[in-house]
């Protein structure tokens, strides 16, 4: 009962704010502890013209668009995955709450964890990863520095498919004229290769960014998951701040 009611708040809702969602459809399913549900109202109606043997005509088109749910029983988190405008998020939040967890979500606490980007500023800063992983290689390919106490960036990207450390030249360079120490990292690129499998000709790859204080692009699923645990084994992810630590970018 709970996934039809969610399938008919989504279709309301948006029929309601922006005029389509007419139809709603909404497919679960668990994997490693989160519970994913997947969202497909229908969006705006198109028309597709196109041949049918020799008559030319003009189809109606009914497409959907998609909206990932997803939820850590053990955490008790939430997030919410959709192209476009990010507007709906705390609606859909609230939407979902009620539907599926038969609660009403209380004031939005802020997220006070930050990620400790400086230390791969370094070349010699190591990944720490296991052959169960199936990473090969895991390079960082772009750096943003942001200069203490100014609205002052620099972003450094480079191709690491020959020279791992290119970025790493790129920052020699850049530390000439400013100190490194007077610069902190904001964001980083990272490219991580998995080891090639017998089914494919080329080894896969993944590239993601993350961003001070505590944004990551990477998904919750997949080798996704595998490329998180990676970044909490090297010590890279949010953490709650020091009580004495005032240095921000």
């Given at each position: 009962?709970?996934i039809?009611?969610?399938?008919?708040?989504l279709?309301?809702?948006f029929?309601?704010?922006?005029?389509?969602?007419?139809?709603?459809?909404?497919d679960?399913?668990?994997?490693?502890?989160?519970d994913?549900?997947?969202?497909?109202?229908?969006?705006?109606?198109?028309?597709?013209?196109?041949?049918?043997?020799?008559?030319?005509?003009?189809?109606?088109h009914?497409?959907?668009f998609e909206?990932?749910?997803?939820y850590s029983?053990?955490?008790?988190?939430?997030?919410?995955y959709?192209?476009?405008?990010?507007?709906?998020?705390?609606?859909?939040q609230?939407i979902?709450a009620?539907?599926?967890l038969?609660?009403?979500?209380?004031?939005?606490?802020k997220d006070?964890?930050v990620?400790?980007?400086n230390?791969m500023?370094?070349?010699q800063?190591q990944?720490?990863?296991?052959?169960e992983?199936?990473?090969?290689?895991?390079?960082?390919?772009?750096?943003?520095?942001?200069?203490?106490?100014?609205?002052?960036?620099?972003?450094?990207?480079?191709d690491?498919?020959?020279?791992?450390?290119?970025v790493?030249?790129?920052?020699?360079?850049v530390?000439?004229?400013?100190?490194?120490?007077?610069?902190?990292?904001t964001?980083?690129?990272?490219?991580?290769?998995?080891?090639?499998?017998p089914k494919s000709?080329?080894?896969?790859?993944?590239?993601?960014?993350?961003g001070?204080?505590n944004?990551?692009?990477?998904?919750?699923?997949?080798?996704?998951?595998?490329?998180?645990?990676?970044l909490?084994d090297?010590?890279?992810?949010?953490?709650?701040?020091?009580?004495d630590?005032?240095?921000?970018?």
């Amino acid at each position: 009962m709970s996934i039809r009611q969610l399938e008919q708040s989504l279709s309301n809702y948006f029929h309601k704010m922006q005029g389509r969602g007419e139809n709603c459809k909404v497919d679960c399913y668990n994997r490693n502890e989160l519970d994913y549900f997947f969202a497909y109202p229908e969006d705006y109606a198109q028309a597709r013209v196109e041949w049918v043997g020799k008559e030319f005509q003009r189809r109606p088109h009914h497409p959907a668009f998609e909206i990932i749910f997803v939820y850590s029983p053990n955490d008790g988190t939430l997030d919410i995955y959709l192209t476009g405008d990010r507007k709906p998020v705390p609606d859909l939040q609230a939407i979902f709450a009620d539907t599926i967890l038969n609660a009403k979500l209380g004031p939005d606490e802020k997220d006070e964890r930050v990620y400790d980007l400086n230390p791969m500023r370094a070349r010699q800063f190591q990944f720490v990863y296991g052959p169960e992983s199936g990473i090969a290689e895991v390079a960082v390919k772009k750096l943003r520095l942001t200069v203490y106490g100014k609205k002052e960036h620099i972003v450094l990207d480079a191709d690491p498919t020959y020279n791992k450390h290119a970025v790493f030249d790129l920052v020699n360079k850049v530390a000439k004229g400013i100190p490194l120490t007077q610069m902190a990292v904001t964001q980083v690129g990272i490219k991580v290769t998995f080891a090639q499998s017998p089914k494919s000709r080329k080894p896969g790859t993944r590239a993601f960014d993350i961003g001070w204080p505590n944004s990551c692009s990477l998904k919750h699923d997949g080798r996704d998951l595998i490329i998180r645990k990676m970044l909490a084994d090297s010590g890279i992810e949010p953490r709650e701040p020091a009580k004495d630590d005032s240095a921000t970018p």
